[in-house]
């Protein structure tokens, strides 16, 4: 891309060119920390509760990249809103829309065009997953899925989710205790995560291992990252999760236990700062999501597997490495007793359910991990190399879920049926 190109899309549109996105987050690193620190002393997740978030990030210190990574996302939540609006209840695109719809994906196309020019695939990246990472550090930053660079809960965290466990039971359509009731334990995320967690739904319900009253409901959908996530006025919530729900004869009051996962729509911003901005939607999805399922109790989230082989700039390495850092401080927040983030009615307002990490899904290439996970080239769709392919890819991830539900001491317990 020529040097110099301009930005696109004035106002609510704006978003801009991949070489001044790069450019510009490298160049405004400096004011970017200093914004970032001050963002992180008043709590990202405060600023989120009280509505401001947007704003806060805005105004700090004027700062253009941070300024239009947030334009960016606004750009991304109303494209998804359209296509979501067009695609799952039939609403035609005003005008305006449609040439909203128009620029935006000429310059996605753009971005990728881009990308493919330089963008070289790679079997490693030479970076330690973070549950082999433990204490080790990245980028100044400890490893592990949990504080003190641990990959299991600290004893006081993981008492209180199995304490939660423990009254997860089937549920009426009313939310009322019923013994012909049902647990529904459904997936919330993207385009990655329905193509995944689509093939373990339907294992899972053919499984016999299974505790019959648990239904288990694929409601992800293609493109709803966590910057649509995070809005409650979302049209995926109402035209696809609510929808599918309908459809299945699954209530809302009968959700208990989400299992979500998490990333930026084509992130920029250099470490720690992309991953603290879906940190941040992350903690407000959680927030969405308490309050659009009465009983909520469990959240279980994941991050993105391999990304090392992409084509597209939908989520390269780092990013998709380094979004497994949001989930960690998402928790980590929530084991510090962020009231933001209180599951526990005796310590205040409940805002979030419990909050545990799901399977770790990302590996390094080849290379793998200590448990032996890897991903191969194989493992993706030759068509972008970003999301899994069928046969192997969505086979992997939902063998790792398979295995998480089963063993994990917060799940075994209502999600087996010899445990009844």
Sequence with gaps: MPGGEPAFFAGDHLVFTRE???????????????????????????????????????VADEDQAVRQRLQFAKSVFRFNQIMVAKLESGRAPLPEEEE????????????????????????????LPLNDLGSGM?????????????????????????AIAKTIQPLNAEGQP???????LISIGYSNWTQEFSIFAAQ?????????KVHVLDCARSAQTSEIMARPEAEYYKAVVDKRLQQTGLALPQVQIVMMKVATWQPWLPFPWEPKFLQSLAAQSVQTLRDRFPNLKLIYVTSRIYGGYADIALNPEPHAFETG????????????????????AKKGPVRAPWIAWGPYLWADGVKGRSDGLKWFKEDLRSDDHTHPSASQGCEKV???ITDFLKTDPTTKTWYLKRAQ
């Excluded at 002393?41 to 401001?52: C, D, M, N, P």
């Excluded at 963008?119 to 030479?126: H, I, T």
């Excluded at 899972?204 to 019959?212: C, K, L, S, V």
Aim: net charge positive.
């Design 20 to 58: 001044n996105q790069h450019n510009t987050g490298l160049k405004a690193c400096a004011t970017l920390r200093s914004a970032t620190i001050e963002l992180m002393k008043a709590s990202l997740s405060k600023l989120i509760l009280a509505g401001i978030a947007f704003a806060a990030f805005t």
């Design 100 to 127: 909203f719809m128009k620029t935006f994906n000429a310059f996605r196309n753009k971005m990728t065009f881009d990308f493919k020019q330089t963008a070289k695939p790679k079997e490693s990246v030479g970076v």
């Design 138 to 162: 990245y980028k100044g930053v400890q490893g592990g899925l949990y504080p003190q660079g641990k990959n299991t809960p600290p004893g006081a965290h993981l008492k209180a989710g199995l």
């Design 178 to 184: 019923d013994a012909d009731g049902k647990i529904g």
């Design 204 to 212: 899972a319900m053919q499984d016999p291992e299974r505790n019959p």
């Design 325 to 344: 850092f949001a989930v960690k401080w998402l928790i980590a927040d929530q084991i510090a007793g962020k009231p933001e983030l209180n599951f526990d």
């Design 398 to 400: 939902s063998k790792l």
